[in-house]
């Protein structure tokens, strides 16, 4: 008898069923408002791109090769443990982002929850956020901007934790001699996105 | 004494979906445990950010699924179905054994089905059965064995 009820179900199938039935939860989820960091996925020129979007706005981008686990555990403790894959939640920013990508668009239009940045990092990636498309700013001009003009290590850091890549451009910083330097998401994709934007490195040499 | 918060709830679902779905299909019968899972989920997922990481996660969704389960149980009986009544289940796979065994299952009272489908389809211990139902270690033991005793004379 009681071997019998352990095989009435098996695992397998009630995952299955378990799988199909997760998709309708979270569009439930996201309907009732429920769901307070919604995730979803974009392909794009520079692999496959994750985003998380909380009530407040755009939280964070993260590149193909991220360690998502790790992310999603921090956005639990330091936004809410509601997290779950969205499809609504993440539609304007993951347009957006494709838009960006096909040339069609310039400029983001998205709200930011700055949540996820470190204070000083907020100042420094807010003046980062006024570097317009097509053009570079140096790390020296960013550390100016914000008044800490010998800050300019520092504001390398805070770029290299910027959240918010892409949107927040801070791929449009670069050395003083207008070469690449660094980028959290490899180099190869800040070529490739200063590329996108015409190359204005090679204007500013 | 941590207050950390609990996993991202698309982690806790990933790890506790299968368990879940497993004891409502038994729990309820396979027509109703989709429903049952969603009502399930999304309650836990209303109180989740009160939630914390030391809190035995496990042990809660099973006692959301429970309440889940046992309230499905009165609305039917309120319902139009008689009670008393088999329910009719559309069982996936309708192996001819296994059909006596899920109308059997449906006959038993709202509890003590589901402590038997604790106990033996998802292996938990008494002291969690009890834990889970708001009872007694006894008292889970008891449903237990009231429902396997039912389930023999079933099926006899």
Redesign the interface.
């Given at each position: 008898?009681?071997k019998?009820?352990?095989t009435?179900?098996s695992?397998a199938?009630?995952?299955s069923?378990?799988?199909a039935?997760?998709e309708?939860?979270r569009a439930?989820?996201q309907a009732?408002g429920?769901v307070?960091?919604a995730?979803g996925t974009l392909d794009s020129p520079i692999g496959e791109l994750w985003v998380a979007v909380t009530p407040r706005g755009l939280a964070c981008i993260a590149f193909d090769g991220e360690d998502r686990?790790v992310l999603?555990?921090r956005?639990?403790?330091v936004l809410?443990?509601?997290?779950?894959?969205a499809s609504r939640m993440t539609e304007d920013a993951r347009r957006q982002l494709d838009e960006y990508f096909d040339g069609r668009r310039q400029r983001f239009d998205l709200r930011l929850d700055r949540r996820l940045m470190t204070p000083f990092a907020r100042e420094v990636l807010g003046a980062t956020a006024r570097v317009p498309f097509g053009e570079v700013a140096t790390y020296g001009a960013v550390a100016a901007r914000i008044g800490k003009p010998k800050a300019a290590r520092a504001v390398g850091a805070a770029l290299g934790s910027n959240p918010i890549p892409i949107v927040v451009p801070c791929h449009r910083v670069v050395g003083a001699s207008g070469t690449l330097t660094g980028y959290a998401g490899g180099l190869e994709r800040k070529a490739f996105l200063l590329h996108l934007e015409g190359d204005p490195t090679l204007f500013q040499m | 004494m941590r207050t950390?918060?609990?996993?991202?709830?698309?982690?806790f679902?990933a790890e506790h979906?299968?368990?879940?779905?497993?004891f409502l299909?038994?729990a309820v019968g396979p027509e109703h445990?989709?429903d049952a899972?969603?009502e399930t989920?999304?309650s836990a997922?209303?109180g989740?950010?009160r939630?914390r990481d030391d809190s035995r996660l496990d042990r809660w969704i099973l006692r959301i699924a429970s309440r889940t389960a046992i309230d499905h149980h009165r609305r039917r009986l309120r319902g139009p179905t008689p009670s008393g009544e088999v329910p009719d289940y559309p069982v996936?796979d309708p192996e001819p054994?296994?059909a006596g065994?899920?109308a059997a299952?449906g006959t038993l009272p709202a509890k003590q089905r589901v402590a038997?489908?604790l106990r033996?389809?998802l292996?938990r211990p008494y002291d969690e059965i009890g834990d889970v139902l708001g009872c007694s270690n006894d008292a889970a033991r008891a449903n237990v064995s009231a429902g396997?005793k039912t389930?023999?004379e079933t099926?006899r």
């Open positions: 008898m009681t019998d009820l352990r009435l179900v695992a199938d009630a995952r069923r378990a799988q039935a997760d309708r939860l439930a989820a009732a429920e307070d960091v995730l686990e999603a555990r956005f639990a403790s809410s443990p509601r997290v779950l894959s | 950390q918060s609990p996993p991202p709830f698309e982690e679902l979906g299968t368990a879940v779905m497993r299909i038994v445990a989709d899972y969603q989920f999304l997922l209303r989740y950010a939630v996936h054994p296994d065994l899920w299952v038997v489908v033996h389809v292996d396997l389930l023999r099926m």
